[in-house]
């Protein structure tokens, strides 16, 4: 089945670790994203990646790193910079001719 | 970046009413994109809009990307419990170097009364 997985869905570590939440998706598509959502509200554009090698910081990128080495993957690391590193990360996709993203299930990260 | 306003931030009804939410901005899209979330997961995409105007149905949802390009409406028709979840919009702004980047509303949280 095409579609993308993220693991683990959650995901608890202690403050000042820094801590890596997989995507990888098999759709074939060239863009990927990283967004957070925290309770009650909206999704906030952390990094996005159109490419292999190559990515731009999105709107909360602060205490946030990411890599694309290869294109089904986009690995997001939560570093002890990020102050308030507790939310709900979600990851999306999609193909560069079309505007539709679609989101994996989430990782929800709590730090103890 | 872009804001957009959706409204209402929530909404309890009882089953078998109608739902209307909608989305607005002050700048002009390009694309309009309905997504539902249930709890604990990721957003599903349930409608795209791409031409001013244009009215898309999917089932019991409809949607309408407005004349202005600057708004979008989200109707759900005699709504049932699995209705319940948050529902988001999502706008693409015309083509820049940032690529397809969209801008979610903060949601409509709906609740439905069996």
């Known amino acids: 089945d095409g579609g993308i997985t993220q693991s683990p869905k959650y995901l608890f570590r202690k403050e000042g670790q820094n801590v890596t939440l997989s995507c990888e998706q098999n759709l074939n598509h060239d863009a990927m994203y990283w967004y957070r959502q925290d309770p009650g509200q909206g999704l906030r554009l952390i990094y996005y990646?159109?490419?292999?090698?190559?990515?731009q910081k999105g709107d909360i990128a602060e205490g946030y790193s990411v890599s694309r080495e290869k294109k089904e993957s986009f690995p997001l690391t939560v570093t002890s910079a990020q102050k308030n590193p507790t939310a709900f990360y979600l990851c999306?996709?999609?193909?560069?001719?079309?505007?539709?993203?679609?989101f994996g299930p989430g990782t929800r990260l709590t730090v103890l | 970046g872009q804001q957009l306003n959706q409204s209402p931030q929530s909404m309890f009804i009882q089953e078998g009413e109608d739902v209307s939410m909608n989305c607005t901005s002050s700048s002009i899209f390009n694309t309009w994109l309905w997504y539902k979330q249930d709890p604990g997961e990721g957003p599903v995409l349930l409608i795209a809009l791409y031409k001013a105007g244009e009215l898309t149905s999917n089932g019991r949802l409809t949607a309408q990307f407005g004349i202005t390009r600057k708004d979008s409406f989200l109707n759900i028709s005699a709504s049932i419990p699995s209705d319940v979840g948050i529902y988001f919009c999502a706008g693409q702004p015309p083509p820049n170097n940032a690529g397809n980047m969209l801008t979610f509303g903060g949601g409509t949280r709906l609740m439905v009364k069996p």
């Open positions: 990646s159109q490419i292999v090698n190559d990515f």
């Open positions: 999306a996709s999609n193909h560069q001719t079309f505007n539709e993203q679609f």
